[in-house]
C-alpha cells in the first residue's frame, strides 16, 4: 500500500535525521556559558513541543473538517495526529523536567511550559480513550471531532490562563534561562530538531493511517 | 562570572529517553503495520 | 427563538422537578461537599499554614467536586427511564436540549455552592464579608465554565461503558484554565485586594465562558442525533 510504503521510508529518513541532530546537538554545537550542558535538552523538547502542538491542532482541524464533509479519511488522519501527537507529548513531559531539574532546582513546577506540556499531554489521552470507548465508527467519528474541536479550542485558554499565574507569581530560579539572542549555530541545530521531528510526524502518521484504513477494511470484510 | 555547571548527566539522560521513546513508537509503527499472514 | 427558550426552560423544569422530587442526589452532594470540608480542615494544621492560604484551594477543590457530581447525574436520569429516547423524539431543538441542562445542572450544583460556602466560611474561619460580592461573581463565572463543558461531554459520556470515569478524565484539561483564574481571584480577594488586580483573570473567566457555552451550544446537536 502506497500510503504505508511513503510512511516508511519518511520514517527511515527522519530516524537518519534524528541521528545527526543527535550528533550535531551533542558535540558540534557549543555549551551554553550559563546553564552548561543540559540547556541542550532544548534541542529535543522545543521540537517536540511543537510537533505536539501541531498534531493537537491538526486533531481538532481534521474534525472540521470531517463534520463538514464527512470523509473518513479526516477522522482517519484525526486518529493518527492524536496516538503520533501522544508519543510526542511523552517526549516532551519527559525530557521538560529533566530539564527543568538542573535549571530551576526542581523536577516540577506550574510554569506555562511545564503545564502546558501536562494539560496538552491529557487532552490527547482523554482523546485517545473517548476513540476507544465507542465501538461505532460513525459515532466515534463525530464524538472525537468535538472533542478535537473543544481541545483547540482550549489550547489558547491553557496558554492565556498559565501565563497570567506565571505573572502573579514570579519564579524563583536557580540558573537564569535567559531568552537567548541565539547564536547561528544553535538557532541552526534547533531548526534541524524541528525538521526532524516534523518529518518523523509525518511518517508516523502516514503509517498510522495505513493501518487505520486497513483495520476498517477488514472490519467490512469479516462483517 | 560564574562557572559553567557540570549537569551533562541531564542531558544525556534527556536525550537516551527521547531516543528511545520515538524509536520505540517507530518500531511499534513497523510491528502493528506488518502484515501478520504473510 | 422564543420557543427555543421556552423549550429549554421547560426542559431544565422537568429535570429540576425531578432532583427535588427524589432529593436523593442534591442531598448526597451536599453531605458529600460538608464531609469533604471536614475532612480538609482536620487535616490542616493550623499553626504550619494561615488558613486564609489555603482556602482558595480548598474552596475550589470542593466546588469542582460538587460540578463533577451534578454532570454525573445529569443524563443518568434520562438514561435510567430510557427518557432519554422520548426526549430525542420530542420536537425539541438540540440547542434548547443543551440549554435546559446546562440551567439544571447550574442550578444543582449554585444550590450546592450556596450550602458549601457559608460552612467553608464557618469551618475555616475566613472571612469573606468584605468581598462577598465579587466572590459569588468569580464563583459563578467559574461554574459556568466548568458545567458548559461538562453538560456537553457528559451527553457523549453516557454512552460509553466507564462513564463516571471517562467525564472526570475528559473534563480535567477543560477544567484548569477557569480553575487557575478562579483561585487566583478568590486568593485576592481573600486578602482584601483591590480588584483591578483581578481584572485580567475575570476577563479571561468571562471570555472562556462565552466561548465554551458558543461552541457546546453548537456542537452539542452532534451528540445527541442518532
Redesign the interface.
Known sequence: MILLRAGRWTTLAGLAMLAGLYVRALAFTPVERFQGAAQKIYYIHVPAAWTAMLAMAFVGGAGILY?LLRDRRFDRFAEASAEVGTAFSVVMLTTGPIWAKPIWGTWWTWDARL?FTL?LF??F??YL??RG??TEPD?RA??S???G???L??LP??H???Y??RT?HPRPIVLQPARPALPPEMLLTLLLGAATMLVLYAGFVMQRMALAHRREREGHAHA | MPDTPQNAGYMIAAYVVAGVVLVAYAVALWLRTRRTDE | MGEALRDAWAIARKDLRLEFRTRTAILSALVFTVLVLLVLNFGRDPTAVAAVDLAPGILWVTFTFAAMLALNRAFQLELENQALDGLLLAPVDPASLYWGKLIANLAFVGVVEAVGLPVFVLLFNVPVAHALVPLVGVIALATVGFVA?GT??SA??I????AEL?LP??L???L??PL??AV?VTARLLASRPLSEVA??LK?LA??DI??VL?ATL?FP??VRE
Do not use: E, K, N
Open positions: 463534520l503545564t494539560l491529557l487532552l489521552l482523554g480513550t473517548l470507548a465507542v459515532l463525530r464524538y471531532a468535538v472533542l474541536i473543544c481541545g479550542v482550549l485558554f491553557i492565556l490562563s498559565v497570567l499565574f502573579l | 463543558v456537553l461531554f457523549m459520556v454512552r460509553t461503558r466507564f471517562m478524565m475528559l480535567l484539561p477543560f484548569i484554565p487557575i483564574g487566583q485580567g483573570a479571561l471570555a472562556y466561548v465554551f461552541l456542537l452532534l451528540t
